[in-house]
């Protein structure tokens, strides 16, 4: 508990609220019932895996830090009933069963079989979650409360489904990750009366709800063209490029764009033949696309990261 208790210490000090119920909670909880990986990282502000799939799709425990950011603005009370969208392994709706107590009433649902699963195991012994396997989850499940008062999506979506829009209460809201797969803004959406106003608690990156919406997929050569065009921006801008490598790239981007139909073979063909100019670029692709990681409970944290970020993502 000591670790813990310097950890949450140290996102107190960073600005964040930990409001005392969720020090009791997390204090109260182990990691190694809900991710049977190393989860060292944790107590230095990281997520942790809890599960992988033979292609690739990963799952994450969010980072600390946004754990007790999701359950601060939950604004939790004993007795309440939650529906939690997203397993995260378990660790999150334990975590609201604690605080909610005895009298109240987790319900998760998750689309993945394997995840169930394991979710399934590391909940053995909590009788106020209802863990559920949906087809998907803009799909309302059969047997679900008629009405909504606290709803947590933990991972991203392009917008909150509508049959849970439509059951939230007055005063109710949803917290959720709204954005593409690779940018989101979490939102908290509350009703009042007949309208869900949104408030922005902040930019952030997590991944899908569903684990093999996280596998990886080949990129195709439009999305391979718009990456060198973005990075013709940048290059221009900040001049890393002379103009004979700024027209090369030009180039293959405008040749990509007449291969909308090609296949991986032709595409591995196409970038083999180009390799040096993909080697050169390379360390400029890392740059735009790896995200400034904020672990405010870091101990070794000492800059200013411009999102946060949740899962891993391949």
């Known amino acids: 508990m000591e670790e813990m208790r310097k950890l949450l210490d140290r996102i107190?000090?960073?600005?964040?609220?930990?409001p005392q119920f969720v020090r009791e909670a997390m204090y109260?909880?182990?990691?190694?019932?809900?991710?049977?990986?190393?989860?060292?990282?944790?107590?230095?502000?990281?997520?942790?895996?809890?599960?992988?799939?033979?292609?690739?799709?990963v799952k994450t425990i969010s980072a600390p830090h946004m754990?007790?950011?999701l359950l601060h603005h939950l604004e939790l009370k004993e007795g309440q009933e939650v529906l939690?969208?997203?397993s995260k392994g378990g660790y999150i709706s334990a975590l609201v069963a604690t605080i909610v107590g005895e009298n109240g009433r987790v319900i998760l649902i998750d689309p993945s079989t394997e995840i169930v699963r394991h979710t399934a195991n590391s909940l053995a012994g909590w009788p106020t979650i209802d863990l559920r396997q949906v087809e998907s989850i803009d799909v309302s499940p059969i047997e679900l409360p008629g009405e909504l008062s606290r709803v947590l999506i933990t991972g991203s979506v392009p917008s909150v489904p509508n049959w849970m829009e439509e059951r939230i209460i007055d005063g109710g809201f949803v917290i959720a990750p709204i954005g593409?797969?690779?940018?989101?803004e979490l939102m908290k959406l509350e009703r009042q009366f007949d309208n869900l106003h949104p408030t922005s608690l902040g930019p952030v990156s997590f991944?899908?709800?569903?684990?093999?919406e996280s596998e990886p997929n080949p990129l195709s050569a439009l999305e391979i063209a718009?990456?060198?065009e973005t990075l013709i921006e940048t290059c221009h801008e900040m001049e890393l490029c002379g103009a004979d490598e700024l027209q090369q790239l030009g180039m293959m981007a405008d040749e990509l764009r007449t291969m909308q139909e090609a296949g991986e073979t032709e595409l591995e063909a196409f970038i083999t033949a180009n390799m040096q100019h993909f080697v050169q670029l390379w360390p400029m692709i890392q740059l735009m696309f790896a995200p400034t990681l904020a672990r405010p409970g870091d101990v070794d944290q000492d800059d200013e990261p411009s999102f946060h970020f949740d899962e891993f993502k391949p």
């Open 84 to 86: 939690v969208v997203g």
């Open 28 to 57: 109260a909880l182990h990691l190694e019932q809900f991710t049977t990986y190393d989860f060292d990282g944790f107590f230095h502000d990281r997520p942790v895996v809890f599960m992988e799939t033979e292609n690739g799709g």
């Open 180 to 184: 593409d797969n690779h940018h989101q």
């Open 67 to 69: 754990i007790v950011t």
């Open 226 to 228: 718009d990456l060198i």
């Open 207 to 212: 991944g899908p709800v569903d684990i093999v």
């Open 12 to 18: 107190s000090d960073s600005g964040i609220e930990v």
